[in-house]
Structure formats: C-alpha cells, structure tokens
C-alpha cells in the first residue's frame, strides 16, 4: 500500500490475520469470543468480521479488545477494496463472470414480472456478498475462518469464497438442530397457512425444481419442500410456493470442518448428507461455563431462592422469549399476549415468585411493556448475557430456546409450553429435555410443583441424564473447539 499512514483498527487494510471470525449475533458471538480468547492466548492473531451493525454486538466485540470490520453492507466493502489499486490488482478477474450482469438483470426482470421483486433485488445482493467475501480474504489473507453458520445468506456466500479461495473454514455449532424430518413439518404448517399457491401449483413447482436441482427437493406427507438455498430453485421455489426448509439448519456442508455439541448433532448432520469425516464432537463452548454452575447444584441441595428481600428467600422464574414472530407461526400481537399471559400465570403461584423476563437478542426492550405492566414482581433484561441470568435463577421457562440447554447443564429444571401444536415449539419436548406444557394451568402446576427443592432436584437429574446422552458436557468444548481450529491452521 502507499502512504505513511499506519494500520488503525478496524481498518480493513490492518497486516494478514490468522483467523477471521464471522458472526451475526450477540449470542452466538459470545460463544466464538470464548473461542476468540482461547486461540489468542496462544499467539494467533484474530479478527471479527460481522454480518450486521447492532450496537450490543459491536459493543461486546469492542469490549474483548478484538480488531472488527463490518460486512454487513458489502456494496461499500468492494467500494473500500477498489481504493486500493495494489490490492485489486491481486484480485482474480474470474470472480465475477462476465455474463452475471446481464443474468442478475434478467433474474430480476422475471421476479419483478412474477410479482416478487424483493427477491430478485435479494439475489443481487447475495452476488455482490460474494465478491465481497472474496475481495475481504484476498486482503486479509485469513490461514483460517470461523463460523457460527454456513447455510444462509449472507454466511452461504462467505463460506463459497472461503471454498473458492482454499481458505479452511471451521463452522460452530451455536444453537438447537432439527431432523430434516422435523424441519419439513414445521414447514409443512407454514406453507399450509400461508400459501396462496394452488395445489396444481405446488405439484409444478416441486417438478421444476426436482427436474433441475434434484438436491433441494425433499417430500414429506406427499408434500414438496425444498432442502437448501441456490438462486435458481429459491426464485422457482418462491412463485409457486415451495418453501425452503434449510434456515432452520445451521449447517450447509461446504466447511471444511463442523464443530458440534455431542452425538445427537452428529446423527442430524449426517442425516442432511453432511460427510461424516467433517464432523467432529466438540461440545458447546458455553455450555463449558454453564456445567461449572452445575456441578455446585448437582452436588448438594438447590439451594431455592436467596434472601435480597426483606420477607425471606425468593424463587427467580427465568423466562426466555423465543424468536421473533414468523408469518404462519405466530404475529407480534398474538406473541405479546401468550408472554403476558404465562409471566402472570407464573407470578400467580406464590408471593416469593420473582420472574425475569430475558428478550431475544431480536426484540426491542419495548416490545412487551402493555403485556408485562400488570406482572408483579417481575423485571425485564435484554443485553444480559443468558448464562449469567441462568446462574441466578431457579427455574428456566420458554417456549423455544437454545438456553433451555445451558440451564439443564447449570442445574436450573426447565419448563416449555406450546398451546397449539406448533412443531417449532414442541422440538426441546421431542429432544426429551423439558417439561411440557399444553395450557397455562400446566405451566403453573409445574411452576409450584418445581418450587419445592426436591421436586426441582429430580427433574434436573432427570433432564441432565437425557443431555448427557445427547451432549458433550465436560467444561472442555472451547478448548476442543480451539484445537481443531489450530489443526487447520497447521494445513
């Protein structure tokens, strides 16, 4: 480069990095940064890439001290990278063919003709995330890149610059995963409730797409659903109403390595075709911090409530809000009253209830203030990281929730409710880890009965047995995570 002027940070031109880590959100990012600190006690350099500009998220990077960049508009990326004739000159000109204008042109044509224009101006976007991805591990010349995702955009596009460029990529596991089998219902409810499509329609979609890209075809109940993400069967898929299942799948199998939590992760994995040589049992990293909680749980009594308040021990009911409302799912109005409604039911069984109200990372601090102002006892947290909230509650209740998990590994009973069936909501009740509720009377019953510390100490030995089987808990996952990241870094 020329000039005198030294590399800043955050500045896109800093020296080569050793590991570049991609992240979207605050929680999952608080499990790489674990990974983060582990590999930089260790000599390598690190840097942040994130794929969206939240405040809390930046903050969180800001506050460990890691260099970051942003990536979350990659138009201005390629902008900045084009300042720099030395850098472009070292750019491939394959990476962009020159016929992808006119086609991208044409692509939107046809989706501004077929009524879906936010799609087509979608898929231009992801052409241009992948020049971007490109043009960003040209400059920086990362040995290695981590993921918490590789399967959707703008993750998908990274993960295919890394493949593009023999850059090994290392994906986390960073939430719950569903059977394909699993994946496609929930779908099913979806395109049942949504769909304007006919059923001649739907038979024509899953025929184009099964003709043309036979991969992204899965048929469940008779029913077609796609199983992955392409420009092509996602445009086809969204005219004629077949909808795409993989945004639930953490995973897309072009990593050269997947971390998972333990041996239910695995079988899924290979379920979707994942090549069983990339998968490798790991653990979660913060479940590491979430058994260390446990093990003074699980050791003697559970020690019910603490004595803050002036009338004696309070029970700390953690209620953890689930992703934001889906179309077919569940609107903002509706999820607003079941939250209102299950916080008053729990506040009802005693006077030493406390509940906490911990918001998805998603959701506005104001989004339930009418539902919430009639709760007593009862506080709100956003930005509180869920594993600290988790060590200074009782008992852990959600509809659907990845901390569900960590409370069973710190020794908190968990607690979910679904009142309609949906599939999505019934996943930690199939997984064998919760006690599930049908209505609110069921969610109080299980409130009080789980008040009394015996009652609460078999359901998490209970609940902790079926983990066990499923993941690795042994306080060592970010160390494994790290080694694995290092063995890459030795290729």
Known sequence: MTGTSMPQKNSLFSPPTDIIFITSYTETARDLILVANELRSRGFSVLFCLLNKNPALVRLIDDQEFDLIHYSDPQALLKVASADDELVASVPKSYEP??????LQ?????????GVEELGIELTWQRRAMRAAKRLFEIRRPRVVVMDADSVPPAIQISRAAQHLSVPSVVVQSGIL???HWLAVRNLTLQDTDSSCTPILERLGARVVQRFWPAFVQRVEGKPVLNGFGPFPVLVGAVLGVLPISNWLQF???????????EYSHTILTEYGIDPTKIHLCGHPRMDRAAGFGQSRLSGSLGRGRTDEPDGQIIDVLFATSPWARPGVSDAEEKRMVVGAVAREIAKVSERIRVTIKLHPREPACEYDGALRAVPRCRVKQTEDIVDLISQCDIFVTQMS????????AGRPVVTFSFDGRAMFDLLHDMGVSIHCR???????????????SSASEAVKEQRAVLERKMLIDGQATRKVADLVKEYLRT
């Open 98 to 103: 020159s016929n992808a204008g006119s086609m």
């Open 106 to 114: 044409i692509l939107r044509r046809i989706a501004k003709w077929l």
């Open 178 to 180: 569903a059977t394909p």
């Open 252 to 262: 897309g199998g072009g990593g050269s390595a997947y971390a998972v939590a333990g």
């Open 402 to 409: 990845t901390a569900a998990l960590y409370s069973i590994a």
């Open 439 to 453: 209505n609110l009377e069921d969610i109080r019953s299980a409130v009080e009965r789980l008040s009394s510390g």
